[in-house]
């Protein structure tokens, strides 16, 4: 169990920026081994990680888009940042609630027929060609990616996500209770359906 974190705001305003701070705050329910997000500020991608909350929400200004995390550990030592998301590779980041693969790295590189930075099997929907096909082999997930000025959201059956909308700001969250709990009124976001917002 983890939560994911969701914002676009083509213009932010302190409103939007604190209810974003605000639905970390009610995430951090579903997981607090690790936070992290991955943002669009002043035209480029800032990443950051932090085991405790605080820090990282005083490390949010004014994004325009953002990707966030709260970690429950499934695989890789949470200590170790390297394992804790957003995961990068390339140009996309992602956050992501799920298990896909519950093997060690070498084996999951293995099976996978991939590299590793970390041994977080996230890094699995990263890497591969066909992520629908991933979607579908019977892993449990919901995430977000950003990729230059656009976020995308995909699920599947067996983990949802909610989003919601007010002051000039899209939120997305793991629960609809997270939502609802930062004054928004959730919608249910459809699984094997690729949501995108640009900002």
């Known amino acids: 169990m983890c939560a ?14 604190d209810t ?3 639905l970390f705050i ?9 936070y ?21 929400l005083i490390s949010i200004q004014a994004p325009t888009i953002m990707i966030g995390h709260c970690r429950y550990s499934t695989s ?6 390297q394992n804790n998301q957003p995961l990068r590779h390339g140009d ?6 799920g298990v896909i693969d519950m093997r060690t790295k070498a084996e999951m590189e293995k099976a996978h027929g991939i590299i590793l930075k970390s041994e977080n099997d996230g890094e699995i929907m990263l890497q591969t060609k066909n992520r629908a ?18 976020l995308a959201f995909f699920r599947n059956e067996d983990r949802p996500a909610y989003k919601a909308t007010r002051y000039g700001a899209t939120f997305i969250g793991s629960t ?20 995108e917002w640009t900002a």
């Open 36 to 56: 992290g997000y991955a943002a669009i500020q002043d035209g480029r991608v800032i990443e950051q990680k932090s085991n405790t909350l605080k820090p990282l």
């Open 176 to 195: 609809a209770d997270i939502l609802r709990r930062c004054l928004l009124n959730p919608v249910p976001l459809d699984p094997f359906e690729v949501h």
């Open 4 to 17: 994911i974190v969701g914002f676009v705001c083509p213009k932010p305003n302190k409103q939007a920026v």
């Open 133 to 150: 096909a991933l979607l579908k082999s019977g892993i449990t997930f919901s995430g977000l990616l950003l990729k230059s000025h656009r």
């Open 76 to 81: 890789g030592d949470y200590k170790d940042h």
């Open 26 to 34: 009610e995430s951090k329910i579903r997981g607090m081994h690790a």
């Open 20 to 22: 974003l701070k605000q």
């Open 92 to 97: 996309e980041w992602l956050v992501f609630n």
